[in-house]
C-alpha cells in the first residue's frame, strides 16, 4: 500500500501493469486517446492575416505572375524639383518646377502654401518674406507666405524662358497672394520647401479646368509552388501493417503523418509571407518562383528606430508616427518575444497597455490594445513568437490589417494570400507515385500553389533599435 516501505511506484508500461492497462483501453476503443500532438508557437500573423481578408481565389490569378493595380489619394503636398528661377526685384512672378506627375493634380483653382516663408498680413507696395529660421514672428511675419498658380507649362515643354526638363513641368505662380506688387527682392523657394494645396477657388461662369488625375501604379508579385511530402514504410503498408501499441495500422499513421506535414507547412508559409524575395527564374521550359514577402515590402522610409530601451513615451512617439504616417486609425503591431518583454516592462504598473477579450477570443489569440498617444487611433498588439525565430526576437513589425479609418471597409486589403492552387493532398487516387516501381511504401505529398498580395506600402512599418 502507499507508503509502506514495500511500496513500488510504477509506470504506466511497467510489466505487472501493462496487459491489463491495454485490455482496458482497448475494449474501451479509447487507445488514440493516448496520442498527444505537441505544437510549439501556433500561428499568429498568418491567423490574422487570412481572417481579416480572406484569400484571392484561382479564378482571379489567370497566370503564375500576377499584377493588380494600387491608387493614392490625390497629393495635397509638392516638392520642388528645383529652387524656383527667383523673380527679379519688385515683383511678385515666379517660376517653380515639379514633377509631370505632380502638376497634373494642380490647376489655376489653386492656392499653394510655401512651408518655411513666412510674410506680414498686408505686403502691399513693400515688405519682405522671411525663412531666416526663427520664421514665424507674431510682428514682422505672422503667417505662411500663399502663392497663386496663374499658368501651368506643357509637360516637358520650355515655358515663359525657361528651358525644357524631361519629365518635368514648369508652373507660374503668383508670390505672397493677394499682395498685387512688391518692391524689394522676394525669397527664392529653395528645393528643401515644400507648397501644400490649402484653397481651390473659382471665379463665377469660368471654364472648367482640365482634369486633375494621377496615375495609379501597378504592383506585381509571383505564385510560388511549394510541395512537401509525407508518408509509411513498408512495414506498415505491406502484411497487414504492424499494430503498434498507439496506431492501428498504417492509414492511421498516414493520418497522423498528414497532420504533421501541414502544421509544418502551414508554418513554412507563415515565414515566406514574412521572409520571402520576390524572384523568378525561366530555365529552358520551365521556371521557379518565390514570391515576395512583407518584410522587402515595407519601405525604408517606414522604419523606425526606437533608439534605446522602451518607455511609455518612446512607444507613443513610435505609435504616432505610424499613425499620422499611414493616415489610418487601426494598425496591428506583432513583436518578437524579447520585444514583447521589454514592451509589458515599460507599461508595468501603468495604463495603455490592456487586453482586448474581444479580439483576444476572436484569434485565439492574446490581443492587447496600445492606448495614449492622444490621438483619435489604436494600435493591436500580440505577440508573435514567428518573429523571434526568424531573427527578429526584439523588433516589431505594424501592420495596416485593419479597416482603413473606423467604419470605413474595404474588401481588398493590404496583404491577401492568393491561391492559384489550393492546398490539395497528393496523389489524388493512385496507393503510392512509386506504386508500380518497386517502392512498397506509400508516398504521398502536400502540393499548394500560392503567392501575397502586397499593398498600400506606405502605411507599413518596422520598429528596431531596442535595448533591454
Known sequence: MAGADSTVYRGFYDTPHIQDRLRLYGQEEKIFQLIAL??????????IISEKFGVVSADMLTDWRFRYQEFDELPYSFTLAAAS????????????????????????????????????????????????????????????EICRVTALGAPSAAFEGNSADSGFTWIKLARIHPSPDMTGQLLDINTASVLKLVNSVAKTNQRPNPPVTQNGKFLE??????????????????????????????????????????????????????????????????????????????????????????????????????????????????????????????????????????????????????????????????????????????????????????GEKNPFGAFQIGEKVPMLDLPDKA?????????????????????LVRRLQTTHFRVYGVTS
Open 221 to 406: 508579385n509571383v505564385i510560388q509552388i511549394t510541395r512537401e511530402s509525407y508518408g509509411v514504410g513498408e512495414h506498415m503498408t505491406q502484411g497487414g501493417g504492424i499494430k503498434t501499441l498507439l496506431l492501428q495500422n498504417g492509414a492511421a499513421q498516414l493520418d497522423l503523418n498528414l497532420e504533421l506535414v501541414q502544421i509544418r507547412l502551414m508554418k513554412v508559409i507563415e515565414r515566406a509571407i514574412l521572409m520571402g524575395r520576390r524572384y523568378a527564374v525561366e530555365e529552358g521550359n520551365e521556371s521557379e518562383y518565390e514570391t515576395g514577402g512583407i518584410l522587402e515590402f515595407v519601405h525604408a522610409d517606414n522604419w523606425i528606430n526606437a533608439g534605446g530601451i522602451l518607455t511609455v513615451s518612446s512607444i507613443n512617439d513610435i505609435i504616432a508616427t505610424a499613425l499620422d504616417t499611414s493616415g489610418v486609425r487601426e494598425l496591428f503591431m506583432f513583436g518578437g518575444s524579447t520585444f514583447t518583454k521589454n514592451l509589458a516592462e515599460a507599461y508595468e504598473n501603468k495604463r495603455g497597455f490592456g487586453e482586448n477579450t474581444r479580439l483576444s477570443v476572436q484569434y485565439g489569440l492574446k490581443v492587447h490594445e496600445i492606448e495614449g498617444t492622444g490621438r483619435d487611433g489604436i494600435v493591436y498588439y500580440v505577440n508573435a513568437p514567428v518573429l523571434s525565430e526568424i531573427g527578429m526576437d526584439n523588433q516589431a513589425l505594424i501592420l495596416n490589417l485593419t479597416e482603413y479609418n473606423y
Open 85 to 144: 528661377a527667383l523673380p527679379a526685384s519688385g515683383t511678385i512672378i515666379d517660376y517653380v518646377k515639379f514633377t509631370n506627375s505632380d502638376a497634373a493634380s494642380i490647376n489655376t483653382n489653386h492656392r499653394l502654401m510655401l512651408s518655411g516663408n513666412y510674410m506680414a498680413i498686408d505686403m502691399s507696395g513693400g515688405g519682405t518674406t522671411s525663412n531666416t529660421g526663427d520664421e514665424f514672428d507674431v510682428t514682422n511675419h505672422p503667417l505662411h
Open 431 to 451: 496507393d503510392s507515385y512509386e506504386e508500380n516501381s518497386g517502392f512498397r511504401g506509400q508516398w504521398r505529398e502536400l502540393y499548394y500553389a500560392y503567392g
Open 38 to 47: 505537441r505544437q510549439v508557437n501556433p500561428l499568429s500573423i498568418l491567423t
